[in-house]
């Protein structure tokens, strides 16, 4: 197992946890906006930041398991 670099079972973990609390919180900023409420952060906000962190962890993998 490397020490610098996310192997693919790694990776398959971690971009679905991503992906998953993205999910969450822009289902709640959603929310929040149809009930008037303001959120901090823009709806889509969280879908770009999850997008390029799931791009530096598949940057970070093993060639071979990408």
Same mark, same amino acid.
């Given at each position: 197992?490397s ?9 398959? +973990? ?9 999910? #969450?919180?822009? $289902?709640?900023?959603?929310? @929040? %906006?149809r ?5 901090? +952060? ?9 997008? #390029?962190?799931? $791009?530096?962890?598949?940057? @970070? %993998? ?5």
């Amino acid at each position: 197992m490397s020490k610098t670099k996310f192997n693919g079972n790694e990776n398959y +973990f971690i971009t679905k946890a991503i992906a998953h609390a993205v999910e #969450e919180i822009e $289902e709640e900023i959603t929310e @929040m %906006t149809r009930q008037g409420k303001r959120h901090m +952060f823009a709806e889509g906000y969280f879908t770009k930041f999850g997008d #390029e962190l799931i $791009e530096k962890v598949r940057i @970070m %993998t093993l060639k071979k398991d990408q």
